[in-house]
């Protein structure tokens, strides 16, 4: 069985600092996906990464696939009390099939 | 634009009880999933259906059953609802050749 490994488990900053997550496996991904879920609802999609080395930014958020596309990060700069939630990595196996396995989430809270 | 909704977002069986969660999708996705989310154990996939017609099962089947009515509809029947299936359910849909999921808000069921 693939697994997906996040750490931190939780979380708790000042608003204003920096902070970096991490999702590692023994397995290779074709892809890997980060949704960020709020208490109540869904988790929404954030961003996917596909090449092995690739870093995608989204505002105050970067994203980046390991070279062997077994591990990413998510790092976020000057942490908001709005970016306080669950972040999942998830990850496809077998390209083209979409099964994705998610790891067990790190649990962010950024205190104003 | 609903996106992903599910039905109901709450309940509460009795232990041998049966019930069915529906989810709906309005993008015309071809692939569906149904999630479930325990504490310290992420989102493990119970059913998928890679287009209308089909449907497979993912990590943790046991005890459910799903039917993917048309391509908009994909429900999950629990037969004789048991504790060990008090969890919140998430129904997902993708479309060909995007790699990420859309999320419904989930369905929080308690079996006592």
Redesign the interface.
């Given at each position: 069985t693939q697994l997906l490994e996040q750490s931190p488990q939780f979380l708790s900053i000042q608003e204003g600092e920096n902070l970096t997550v991490y999702c590692n496996s023994s397995s290779v991904f074709s892809s890997l996906q980060w949704y960020r879920q709020e208490p109540g609802e869904g988790p929404v999609l954030l961003v996917t990464v596909v090449t092995g080395g690739e870093v995608k930014k989204l505002k105050r958020l970067t994203f980046q696939f390991g070279d062997a596309r077994k591990d990413s990060s998510l790092h976020i700069t000057a942490a908001q009390p709005g970016d306080t939630g669950l972040y999942l990595c998830a990850g496809d196996p077998s390209a083209g099939t979409y099964k994705y396995i998610f790891g067990t989430g790190t649990r962010l809270k950024v205190l104003a | 634009n609903a996106g992903?909704t599910q039905n109901p977002k709450f309940q509460v069986l009795k232990t041998g009880q049966s019930m069915t969660l529906q989810c709906a999708q309005d993008m015309n996705h071809n692939?569906m999933?149904w999630?479930r989310q325990d504490p310290?154990?992420?989102?493990?996939?119970i059913y998928?259906s890679?287009s209308e017609g089909t449907t497979d099962k993912?990590?943790v089947p046991n005890g459910y059953n799903v039917s993917r009515l048309n391509k908009r509809e994909f429900s999950l029947r629990l037969e004789s609802a048991a504790p060990s299936q008090t969890s919140v359910y998430?129904c997902?849909s993708?479309r060909q050749g995007f790699?990420?999921?859309?999320?419904?808000?989930?369905t929080r069921l308690t079996v006592v």
């Open positions: - | 992903v692939s999933y999630y310290g154990m992420g989102l493990r996939l998928y890679a993912g990590e998430f997902a993708s790699r990420g999921y859309t999320f419904g808000s989930g």
